[in-house]
């Protein structure tokens, strides 16, 4: 793989000069002593780790993969180690309550060390993942005595934690839960089932693994509504906090994937395990969401990874390989060929990547402020106000960024030639490990109708208004300034304006007929993603050229971001308009050949 | 994977009722024998070995992948005897001339072998295609001793061949090439140099393997007009005919790559080995083009094979997976759950690998006739016209149908879910197969430039003028029709004007700028894309409301066909509206950022 390197300039950008974290920071209560020295210190702390300990390991876990036997599984030469340091450094307790030993800082910081991570070692970032989300279910939803017991091993990161939803009868339909958990009257429950795609559910980085399960109480109502919520310790935890008893819990098999070869993908046995339930009996899926939508804020930070390595890999490749000729004459005339770069298609893939890339990371660390306001603000209206955002973008954020992800991954291959093909350049790993993007935590058409029906339309189109309200505030900026930035304004408004008729098209079609949701849903959340990123680029725009003009001594980089946000306006955003159209072409040439008809044709 | 069908029903479809194959053939001479029996006869045996021999094999083949010793090459567990029976059945030998022991059809018969072999099993079927690109050389371009001691044998199969093109300092770029052949005096050659990403370089499924190899001789121009063709067999022939001596050339060692695992990519080591120069000094490339127009073809049809394993994994899938219900109330009341299809979304997707899959099956045969057209027909004119649409459409069908048959190959991932990510499915070793397809044979990068460069801008817009003459023709009889036929003639009447009128655009623009050709030329060649499938649709859709007003008895057969051509018009013809924006906003937002601006970003 191309050398990695942290993009530690353009997280900056983003966070201290658009996004104005360092005034976020010394407004939210307690987080006045997150100053931009702490903050910088921190970046650059994660950006060591991530290329000089991660990044090593990234191809040699691909190659290598995990090992199972019958002791358990074994993770790829040096993935232990790396998690060593990793909690060595204190990373797993960066946001986690100092109650339970945690450092107490915003979860917006965790993102930073997400996306880092994640750019160095998709396999490997996902154990420290799954820890954080068992930590918050348990924080949320936890008795006294269970926060006790897993938080300060979870936070210190000695712990991790899994996410065991599915099995084998039904991927994200959870009405088919079989998992049984019998009570044993002394406060325990004995699990008994099979889970499958459990991922990091075993392996050899940490003393005990702390696994979320959805299971059925024996009176359970059928269907989603009689799902519950437990915790299934990997060892039985003793009076003194320390691992103990082996429970009855292990991994039958590994799975068998096309990447992310480093993370075991484990089919999980319940035999009996010994269980305590988390929050009410039956509500396990509302328990489970806290957990589900960290991992998809988490998910769509990797769309940002793959396309940031993509860029690199890409960018560093078309200036180093040396092949043709540019159609407007040599380049290089004393070498004997021009740079990639210097052709127009080639740079038209690379600018694809950077694009993506660089809103996808202003996505991120606009989740990061709305995070913070919904767990930290003391203020009931922006609280609730954060929250209702966070529901609207996280599934454009999970859906978008994960399409657009794993399409600039393929760039990055395409960029290559031949050699993207070949494994020892790296570019072909990063498609295969952004290929689980857009399966896992809800494929990309759950979450559109987790968008389009549940958000949008189960809201009234409230929540599309409340983003919209967003928007209209940067079009007023933008209507003060001249020329591009004047017409970014512009083109913004009429997008939003197109986006409410849209969401009016179909929620009057629905009426007559739902498969008009069902139809439109994945076109209705690529065309939101679009007009958010070009919310972000035309963001970053307005404050670049701010720059520019007060502040000469970085010209290129703001130049670059200003070209770039060109670029998307000239180049991208207009794919929203085909969405629209495939919105309004509607259900009727999709549902014009019925079930039986399929099922006839298959014969 | 899931069970491989051989479409035949879909096959015949195309080939007698809609592009009438029966009647080409009669009027072709020489072919007055291939009778719609006879080819029901050949198809009916090329299904069987493809679903009996070779798709079993498909994924075995992937997971063994090919072994490397100093002894050579092995191939996966039944490859070679695969190869033996495809031998035995004779079906190298199938288009090839009676005066080599072929059976003298048309090559438009090979096709079909071509498109069953690639979905049964993609890795596998490159071994005989590349012994049929070396016939093809030897055939066109060999000296008569030479078309005397390799034909023979290439034509039954028990030799194959390759195409040495690559080295690794450039790979499109054969200006690059250091490959030397020094002249012994005795009219053979020593060939000294290295080749990279050599398809069926080296194996075992062979007695011997004729290499055809790009070199140059000491006296040669530098640059792309010193280069020579020759053939450099892996065992000297003897006087006999049969093998004689090891020539020294070597397979090095084998590629690690992202799919096609069942294939040998060799490096390959020429050290001083014999080789015969083919045609002219200094004028291999024209000689090499023979051979790579025939790949283009063959890798085109490779784009078809991923979008109908897609569509054939995905549909059964879709009809055999429970999960959910539909929007509009339960389809399997009695069932735990309704199964995927009832989903709107997943049925788009079903639908959106259909369209592909079945248009580019017409794409193929239409292929087909102008082959036939070209290497059989004794009217010159007609002979002509068949070159020169070749010409315009291979870049376009070599493009366009590799990009969206790694489409439809991804699509055929997210129908299964998080099951799509896992080997045992089948659907993401089809992802790693299709993404080598927008690779080899000359990316889709280098094709948009064949296509608009040399084919379109290169011909004055003469080529463009041809083909749209034959859409033209369909517009007149789609306006005959009624209702749905008439509107597509509209619109496909429509969509001609503009792409004409896109070329003059770019013309214009090129002569002040040569990047506005670079910056736009994949636009370029997919917007034709979308509209030539938009024309092989209209076709289809004619003949199929025909059929279905004529005769009853396969109503849903043909009912499907104009179901899928309406899901067409309506979802992904409209993409070539995008391309044409694309192409609209030209180069400036591409070429914005300078080549040294890129230099320095890269740090």
């Given at each position: 793989?191309?050398?990695?390197?942290?993009?530690?300039?353009?997280?900056?950008?983003?966070?201290?000069?658009?996004?104005?974290?360092?005034?976020?920071?010394?407004?939210?209560?307690?987080?006045?002593?997150?100053?931009?020295?702490?903050?910088?210190?921190?970046?650059?702390?994660?950006?060591?780790?991530?290329?000089?300990?991660?990044?090593?390991?990234?191809?040699?876990?691909?190659?290598?993969?995990?090992?199972?036997?019958?002791?358990?599984?074994?993770?790829?030469?040096?993935?232990?180690?790396?998690?060593?340091?990793?909690?060595?450094?204190?990373?797993?307790?960066?946001?986690?309550?100092?109650?339970?030993?945690?450092?107490?800082?915003?979860?917006?910081?965790?993102?930073?060390?997400?996306?880092?991570?994640?750019?160095?070692?998709?396999?490997?970032?996902?154990?420290?993942?799954?820890?954080?989300?068992?930590?918050?279910?348990?924080?949320?939803?936890?008795?006294?005595?269970?926060?006790?017991?897993?938080?300060?091993?979870?936070?210190?990161?000695?712990?991790?934690?899994?996410?065991?939803?599915?099995?084998?009868?039904?991927?994200?339909?959870?009405?088919?839960?079989?998992?049984?958990?019998?009570?044993?009257?002394?406060?325990?429950?004995?699990?008994?089932?099979?889970?499958?795609?459990?991922?990091?559910?075993?392996?050899?980085?940490?003393?005990?693994?702390?696994?979320?399960?959805?299971?059925?109480?024996?009176?359970?109502?059928?269907?989603?509504?009689?799902?519950?919520?437990?915790?299934?310790?990997?060892?039985?935890?003793?009076?003194?906090?320390?691992?103990?008893?082996?429970?009855?819990v292990s991994c039958g098999s590994l799975e068998h994937k096309m990447g992310i070869h480093g993370n075991?993908?484990?089919?999980?046995?319940?035999?009996?395990?010994?269980?305590?339930?988390?929050?009410?009996?039956?509500?396990?899926?509302?328990?489970?969401?806290?957990?589900?939508?960290?991992?998809?804020?988490?998910?769509?930070?990797?769309?940002?990874?793959?396309?940031?390595?993509?860029?690199?890999?890409?960018?560093?490749?078309?200036?180093?390989?040396?092949?043709?000729?540019?159609?407007?004459?040599?380049?290089?005339?004393?070498?004997?060929?021009?740079?990639?770069?210097?052709?127009?298609?080639?740079?038209?893939?690379?600018?694809?990547?950077?694009?993506?890339?660089?809103?996808?990371?202003?996505?991120?660390?606009?989740?990061?402020?709305?995070?913070?306001?919904?767990?930290?603000?003391?203020?009931?209206?922006?609280?609730?106000?954060?929250?209702?955002?966070?529901?609207?973008?996280?599934?454009?954020?999970?859906?978008?960024?994960?399409?657009?992800?794993?399409?600039?991954?393929?760039?990055?291959?395409?960029?290559?030639?031949?050699?993207?093909?070949?494994?020892?350049?790296?570019?072909?790993?990063?498609?295969?490990?952004?290929?689980?993007?857009?399966?896992?935590?809800?494929?990309?058409?759950?979450?559109?109708?987790?968008?389009?029906?549940?958000?949008?339309?189960?809201?009234?189109?409230?929540?599309?208004?409340?983003?919209?309200?967003?928007?209209?505030?940067?079009?007023?900026?933008?209507?003060?300034?001249?020329?591009?930035?004047?017409?970014?304004?512009?083109?913004?408004?009429?997008?939003?304006?197109?986006?409410?008729?849209?969401?009016?098209?179909?929620?009057?079609?629905?009426?007559?007929?739902?498969?008009?949701?069902?139809?439109?849903?994945?076109?209705?959340?690529?065309?939101?993603?679009?007009?958010?990123?070009?919310?972000?680029?035309?963001?970053?725009?307005?404050?670049?050229?701010?720059?520019?003009?007060?502040?000469?001594?970085?010209?290129?980089?703001?130049?670059?971001?200003?070209?770039?946000?060109?670029?998307?306006?000239?180049?991208?955003?207009?794919?929203?308009?085909?969405?629209?159209?495939?919105?309004?072409?509607?259900?009727?040439?999709?549902?014009?050949?019925?079930?039986?008809?399929?099922?006839?044709?298959?014969?």
């Open positions: 793989m191309p050398d990695y390197k942290a993009p530690l300039r353009d997280i900056q950008f983003v966070r201290e000069e658009v996004l104005n974290y360092p005034d976020h920071y010394a407004n939210l209560p307690g987080c006045e002593e997150v100053t931009p020295d702490l903050t910088e210190a921190i970046i650059n702390e994660a950006a060591k780790f991530a290329e000089n300990v991660l990044a090593p390991l990234n191809r040699s876990g691909d190659e290598e993969g995990c090992q199972w036997s019958e002791d358990g599984v074994t993770t790829p030469a040096g993935f232990k180690e790396a998690y060593q340091q990793f909690v060595a450094g204190g990373w797993p307790s960066l946001s986690s309550p100092s109650a339970f030993g945690g450092q107490g800082l915003p979860s917006s910081l965790d993102l930073i060390v997400t996306e880092l991570n994640g750019q160095a070692n998709h396999a490997w970032s996902m154990y420290p993942g799954l820890g954080a989300g068992a930590r918050n279910t348990i924080l949320e939803h936890g008795t006294d005595q269970q926060r006790e017991v897993y938080l300060t091993k979870l936070i210190e990161g000695s712990w991790s934690g899994t996410m065991c939803l599915t099995e084998s009868q039904g991927g994200s339909d959870l009405s088919f839960l079989r998992t049984k958990a019998e009570p044993r009257g002394d406060g325990s429950y004995a699990i008994t089932g099979t889970k499958i795609f459990i991922s990091s559910g075993e392996h050899d980085m940490v003393e005990n693994i702390v696994h979320i399960v959805l299971a059925r109480l024996p009176d359970a109502p059928e269907g989603t509504r009689g799902i519950s919520l437990f915790i299934v310790p990997k060892f039985l935890p003793n009076a003194d906090g320390e691992v103990g008893e082996r429970n009855t075991a993908t484990c089919v999980m046995n319940f035999d009996g395990a010994t269980g305590y339930l988390i929050g009410e009996p039956n509500k396990g899926l509302n328990c489970m969401f806290t957990f589900m939508n960290v991992a998809r804020v988490g998910t769509a930070v990797q769309g940002l990874s793959h396309a940031e390595v993509a860029y690199q890999g890409g960018l560093r490749y078309a200036i180093e390989r040396l092949a043709g000729r540019s159609l407007t004459g040599p380049k290089n005339p004393d070498g004997p060929a021009d740079p990639l770069i210097v052709h127009a298609d080639v740079r038209r893939m690379v600018m694809t990547c950077k694009a993506f890339a660089e809103s996808h990371r202003m996505f991120v660390h606009y989740l990061g402020l709305l995070t913070d306001h919904m767990f930290i603000s003391v203020d009931e209206t922006e609280k609730q106000k954060a929250d209702d955002l966070l529901g609207f973008l996280t599934p454009i954020a999970k859906g978008f960024m994960t399409e657009t992800g794993l399409e600039a991954a393929n760039i990055g291959v395409q960029i290559y030639g031949g050699h993207g093909f070949i494994r020892e350049w790296g570019m072909e790993q990063n498609v295969r490990d952004a290929r689980i993007s857009t399966l896992y935590e809800g494929t990309t058409g759950i979450q559109s109708l987790d968008l389009l029906g549940r958000k949008v339309l189960g809201s009234g189109g409230k929540l599309l208004a409340l983003f919209a309200g967003e928007v209209l505030e940067l079009c007023g900026q933008l209507g003060e300034e001249e020329e591009t930035l004047a017409e970014y304004g512009t083109t913004l408004g009429e997008y939003l304006t197109e986006w409410e008729q849209l969401t009016r098209t179909i929620g009057e079609r629905a009426v007559v007929d739902a498969n008009e949701v069902g139809a439109v849903s994945v076109d209705y959340l690529m065309y939101s993603g679009y007009v958010v990123a070009a919310f972000f680029w035309a963001k970053m725009a307005l404050v670049a050229q701010q720059k520019l003009a007060a502040d000469s001594s970085e010209e290129l980089f703001y130049r670059s971001k200003l070209a770039t946000a060109n670029f998307y306006f000239q180049k991208l955003l207009p794919r929203a308009k085909l969405h629209a159209s495939g919105i309004m072409s509607g259900a009727d040439s999709v549902m014009e050949l019925s079930d039986d008809d399929f099922v006839a044709i298959l014969g």
